[in-house]
């Protein structure tokens, strides 16, 4: 790639590094990403984990950026990214409007504004994007192709990204505190730390697998393993009784709630 087409990863952090292992598997040569990271420590583990990958500490001359930093340095990236003669951005900042984006980047640069959750270091990220006024088709096709590199995209109004936080960017802490209170169970059923562990895990991948078969079945697969007066009806009607799906409806509103105050701060 030339100039106009190289991309430079602003941020080395576990989501970055996520999308440039995405660039890799896509087929995008090494030579043709940039890492930029400001830590050195962290750019010796970079050059380590990416082999041919440029890693540096400032925004060289370059067409294409993706802002992985976090919110408080996005306005230093853009800005940085502008001064590189960049023409368009992706950012997959929490709760940077594409407003503020386009005011630091200048008038110039075409932007896209993403959410991937963090399954993208295993490559199964689930993605909203938002596409700026100014962002045609093709600049649309170059951010979903990146994004796609590490799982699902869904594009969606901007109003709808914090109501994807709080379901689907919060989601996996919802499923990780759901594991940690099976394997607390597991224990208290008699088994050891180490088969707890490993028999949550499986459950966790076997029960996915199940879903991601049938995405529009989940009522159904629950009913399939729920006989009448049987052990797992015995288990689900204590979940009904202490209110767990609504308890879970809450908490995603409540993450939404919170991502929409912190957009506005």
């Not at 087409?5 to 996520?18: C, D, P, Q, S």
């Not at 930029?36 to 500490?57: D, I, W």
């Not at 093709?138 to 709080?166: K, Y």
């Not at 707890?196 to 629950?222: N, V």
């Amino acid at each position: 790639m030339g100039h106009d087409t190289t991309v430079a990863v602003i941020g080395g952090g576990n989501m970055g590094a996520a999308l440039v292992g995405g660039l890799l598997r896509g087929g995008v040569a090494p030579s043709d990403v940039i890492i930029v990271e400001t830590l050195t420590s962290r750019r010796g583990e970079l050059t380590a984990q990416f082999p041919g990958v440029q890693v540096v500490a400032e925004v060289p001359r370059v067409g294409a950026v993706i802002v992985a930093v976090k919110p408080a340095d996005v306005h230093a990236a853009c800005v940085a990214a502008k001064a590189a003669g960049a023409t368009r951005l992706l950012s997959i900042a929490a709760g940077v409007t594409i407003a503020s984006l386009e005011a630091s980047s200048g008038s110039a640069m075409r932007v896209v504004r993403a959410m991937p959750n963090t399954p993208a270091v295993v490559g199964l990220a689930a993605t909203a994007m938002v596409a700026s006024a100014r962002a045609d088709a093709d600049v649309r096709d170059w951010a979903r192709q990146i994004l796609e590199s590490v799982g699902i995209v869904v594009e969606v109004d901007e109003a709808m990204l914090d109501a994807f936080t709080g379901l689907v960017g919060s989601g996996p802490a919802y499923l990780f505190y759901v594991a940690e209170a099976l394997t607390d169970a597991a224990q208290a059923a008699g088994f050891d730390a180490d088969t707890s562990a490993k028999l949550i895990a499986q459950l966790f991948a076997g029960s996915s697998a199940l879903l991601a078969r049938e995405p529009h079945a989940a009522k159904e697969l629950r009913a399939r393993v729920t006989s009448p007066n049987g052990t797992t009806a015995a288990g689900v009607a204590v979940l009904d009784r202490e209110r767990v799906r609504d308890a879970i409806v809450a908490a995603v509103l409540a993450a939404r709630k919170r991502s929409t105050e912190l957009g506005a701060s």
